[in-house]
């Protein structure tokens, strides 16, 4: 089972779908990424990812990655948004 169906079926939640391709931001606590193909830039304030569908791009304040395997990314820090930049 992949990390998002784990985590929202732990939380009881359904996953936000961003243009094709999942992310589940909790405000000011983390956000998860799914079908990261590679991390664009990456910053304490500001993460860009390329995904399937375009380049997101998380905001925030010490944002530290501390899960990125198999095309997860997991991003913990205060995270006030992502958005899709490309």
Same mark, same amino acid.
């Not at 501390?66 to 205060?78: H, P």
């Given at each position: 089972?992949?990390?998002?169906?784990? *985590?929202?079926?732990?939380?009881?939640?359904?996953?936000? *779908? =961003?243009?094709?391709?999942? =992310?589940?931001?909790?405000?000011?606590?983390?956000?998860?990424?799914?079908?990261?193909?590679?991390?664009?830039?990456?910053?304490?304030?500001? =993460?860009?990812?390329?995904?399937?569908?375009?380049?997101?791009?998380?905001?925030?304040?010490?944002?530290?990655?501390?899960?990125?395997?198999?095309?997860?990314?997991?991003?913990?820090?205060? *995270?006030?948004? =992502?958005?899709? *930049?490309?």
């Amino acid at each position: 089972m992949r990390l998002f169906e784990e *985590i929202a079926e732990r939380l009881g939640l359904d996953e936000e *779908i =961003v243009s094709g391709d999942k =992310v589940i931001l909790f405000p000011g606590r983390c956000v998860c990424f799914e079908n990261v193909k590679s991390v664009l830039s990456f910053s304490p304030s500001a =993460v860009e990812v390329s995904v399937r569908c375009g380049v997101l791009r998380a905001e925030g304040e010490g944002i530290r990655a501390v899960q990125y395997c198999g095309g997860d990314l997991v991003l913990a820090g205060k *995270i006030v948004k =992502v958005e899709k *930049i490309r």
